[in-house]
């Protein structure tokens, strides 16, 4: 059996999300983020075309370090304005029977309980279908935002990461026993306080005492999701994260960054197959190569290197430099925002280099356009030589970059035995991604100690029955 290709839209919701400038393209829909029909539209579309999930990004601050405030972002609607993805879930939910939903969420503003009411309401709504994509957040326009003077160091947030992991996993794995609710009409008892309990958590950054106030939904945690890139982000990810956006400069570099996060969790006692990896992939498709061509043509033209300087410019106007310059150099000299550069850009490329590398969608190991056939032979390799499980799909325009790949390359990846013909009707999203019969975090996974009553009272300094 070949290997099938997991596919995620890649969403958020605003307008552009990582397209910069193709919202003016006149067949883009973005401009209708407000309105639940397009996301319930979107959501219809994807069903028909068994997506595995719509991934949905998520920034809570604008990016106001590119010349010094958030001009640029504002004109070029670079993540702004942009809406809380949880919202959309319930409405798409509502409109479909199978599509998983994933939603960014970070642990760094927020304390944790508020947000595991919020999963498990979720994951009850959708019967199993949510993922949580953690993230510990960049911006330091968010830390404003949230009654910080500047960003909380970067492995600190993930320290601080892994102690808001502990608190869910406690209260969704731990709190409440399978059958805790009994709905016993004659005796009046509803839930058994004997299978409830209080988490007591008491730690470095969070208090608090529990009992959680949702009751098991089907998966309890949702699937987690995590795209670190540092080491400690794949430390991170080793330790959690059930499926990871990976990355590289090439197909060989990708591969050994999965076999190295693949390591890292069998250090941590977990399997080398519980973690799925998935790229974010470019994919321009079209029946002929004069549409392929007319396509890419139309998306280069269309494209907003300001739009791409400001989001993901790590804060330095790169115009400014001379383009023979290196980025050794600027980190050398510790140019403010130096410290992001070195996981994102090699010490040797230029800065001529790196700007024409912005807006350019059309390069990488993720990048395909072509018909039907060039498009499937190159998503073949990226799964059999690169190793990854999956992709999230790019969108270049909305709905029409799904709706392409759903007319064109779906069918020619079922011809191939890659991709699902029909949903298994009611599955989880961790059943999908995982198999039949699994719709809980497996038992090797750190969240799962706690449903044994004994370990999470031997991790609260006073364990508390409720009855
Ligand atoms: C595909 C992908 C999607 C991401 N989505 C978000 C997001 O929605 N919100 C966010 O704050 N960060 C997002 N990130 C950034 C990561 O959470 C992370 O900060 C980044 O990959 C750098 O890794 P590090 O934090 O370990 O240095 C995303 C990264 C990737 C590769």
């Known amino acids: ?8 839209l890649f969403e958020m919701n605003c307008v552009g999300h990582i397209s910069h ?3 003016v393209h006149p067949d883009n829909n973005r401009h209708r983020f407000n309105d639940l029909g397009f996301w319930t539209e979107l959501a219809e579309l994807l069903e028909h075309g068994t997506f595995d999930a719509v991934f949905l990004a998520d920034v809570i601050g604008a990016y106001d370090g590119f010349r010094g405030g958030p001009q640029t972002a504002l004109r070029e609607a670079v993540q702004i304005p942009n809406n809380d993805p949880l919202l959309l879930i319930p409405a798409m939910a509502a409109v479909t029977r199978n599509l998983g939903f994933a939603a960014t969420f970070s642990t760094t503003y927020e304390p944790p309980f508020a947000f595991a009411r919020r999963m498990s309401t979720l994951d009850h709504l959708t019967k199993g279908r949510v993922a949580w994509n953690v993230v510990t957040s960049y911006l330091p326009n968010a830390a404003r935002n949230f009654g910080l ?5 970067h492995d600190r947030r993930y320290a601080i990461a892994d102690e808001y992991l502990d608190v869910l996993y406690k209260l969704w794995e731990g709190s409440w026993d399978d059958d805790a609710v009994i709905r016993d009409r004659d005796n009046r008892v509803y839930t058994d306080p004997a299978k409830v309990r209080y988490i007591n958590h008491v730690g470095e950054h969070y208090r608090v005492a529990g009992p959680h106030l949702s009751e098991p939904s089907r998966q309890r945690t949702p699937v987690i999701y995590q795209a670190g890139a540092s080491d400690a982000g ?20 990708v591969r050994a960054n999965i076999e190295d996060t693949k390591d890292r969790a069998v250090a941590y006692g977990r399997g080398r197959d519980d973690i799925k990896f998935l790229a974010g992939a470019a994919v321009i498709v079209g029946r002929t190569d004069a549409e392929v061509d007319r396509k890419v043509a ?5 494209r907003s290197v300001e739009g791409h300087l400001a989001h993901a410019g790590a804060g330095l106007d790169w115009t400014r430099y001379h383009p023979d310059e290196r980025v ?19 010490p040797e490329q230029t800065v001529g280099e790196v700007l024409e590398r912005f807006g350019g969608f059309d390069r990488g190991p993720f990048f395909v356009a072509g018909t039907p056939k060039v498009v499937a032979d190159e998503l073949e390799r990226w799964v059999d030589h690169g190793g990854i499980d999956g992709i999230n799909l790019r969108q270049f325009l909305t709905p029409g970059t799904a709706a392409d790949f759903i007319e064109l390359v779906v069918p020619e990846l079922r011809r191939r035995g890659r991709y699902r013909e029909s949903y298994d009707d009611g599955e989880t999203l961790r059943e999908r991604l995982f198999g039949a019969g699994r719709p809980r975090l497996p038992d090797a996974h750190p969240g799962a100690r706690y449903r044994d009553p004994a370990a999470l009272a031997a991790a609260t300094p006073e364990p508390v029955p409720v009855g």
Do not use: C
């Not at 003077?149 to 160091?153: G, I, K, Q, T, Y």
């Not at 050794?328 to 090699?346: E, K, M, V, W, Y």
């Open 21 to 23: 400038g193709l919202w």
């Open 1 to 8: 059996m070949p290997k099938r290709i997991h596919v995620n």
């Open 328 to 346: 050794a150099d600027i980190i050398a000299r510790q140019d403010p925002g130096h410290q992001r550069l070195t996981s994102r850009f090699r």
């Open 234 to 253: 794949r430390g991170f990810a080793a330790r959690h994260a059930e499926a990871v956006f990976v990355g590289g400069f090439s197909l060989d570099d």
């Open 149 to 153: 003077a500047d960003e909380v160091e």
């Open 298 to 302: 139309e998306f280069r033209r269309l």
